[in-house]
């Protein structure tokens, strides 16, 4: 365990290291990475400065979803993201066997190579608005607190289970870029209240692919509309987690060269 966090806090030092080496680059893609995301919450304010709402929803409320959703994506980019994309572009280029090689977990490697601090602005920008939103709201009680960080933390398993899969699949279609852009859709659904969406939505996005759990449940909990639903939905969050990574694991025992 020592020798991974070790291998871990180095990884992070070099991060840091070339976003220091290559500052204007870094401070662009993280503005860009922000003005990028920050639409949404702006949406969220034209459509209730307009006079419509959300039913059931006030503006606070539903920011406070959208901020939660930011933050776990930023987290989600900063640590295990890249992963897909180190995969990807390892097996096409014949570089996966120097992975391999390496007397460390091959998935918890280029998980740890790939962790970036671009996404460190879009956190805050997430952070300012939960904030924000959470000022407008009742207090939460602690028991709120903790089932929202349960639930958040939760909510990024699912995001990690999910890069896994898709990750897996680089070992058999190094051409999969489009596989993110799909669940990147799918993922939307977590930014909004699941009470807009019709039955058979809210049972894929709780429960099938379970997107609810990045933004929406760990809202609900601060604002104390937990109910049985929602904790149920933590199982196939767990699932898609267990998933991900025995299929990767899978996937790299059946490796056997360049192209999968």
């Known amino acids: 365990m020592k020798r991974y966090l070790l291998i871990y806090k180095e990884c992070i030092r070099v991060a840091f290291a070339q976003a220091s080496t290559y500052r204007m680059n870094f401070i662009l893609n993280s503005i860009i990475m922000l003005f990028g995301n920050i639409l949404l919450p702006l949406v969220t304010l034209l459509i209730y400065g307009a006079g419509a709402s959300f039913e059931g929803w006030t503006v606070y409320e539903v920011l406070l979803i959208q901020s939660i959703f930011t933050m776990s994506m930023a987290i989600a980019d900063m640590t295990f993201h890249g992963i897909l994309w180190a995969t990807m572009g390892a097996v096409r280029e014949g570089n996966f066997e120097m992975v391999l090689l390496m007397p460390v977990d091959t998935m918890f490697l280029l998980m740890a190579r790939t962790f970036s601090i671009e996404a460190t602005g879009l956190f805050i920008g997430g952070l300012t608005i939960f ?10 009680t602690l028991i709120m607190w903790l089932q929202f960080l349960a639930l958040f933390i939760i909510g990024l398993l699912v995001m990690m289970g999910t890069g896994l899969l898709m990750a897996a699949t680089s070992f058999k279609w190094v051409g999969n870029s489009r596989i993110p852009e799909i669940f990147d859709s799918l993922r939307s659904f977590g930014k909004y209240p699941q009470s807009i969406f019709p039955k058979s939505i809210k049972m894929i996005s709780a429960y099938i692919i379970p997107v609810a759990m990045i933004g929406f449940y760990p809202a609900s909990a601060l ?8 904790f149920l939905a933590i199982i196939p969050c767990f699932l898609f987690m267990l998933a991900g990574v025995a299929l990767y694991r899978f996937m790299v025992r059946m490796y056997q060269g360049v192209g999968g």
């Open 131 to 140: 904030l924000v939103a959470l000022s407008h709201i009742a207090a939460p």
């Open 223 to 230: 604002l104390g509309r937990t109910n049985i639903a929602m």
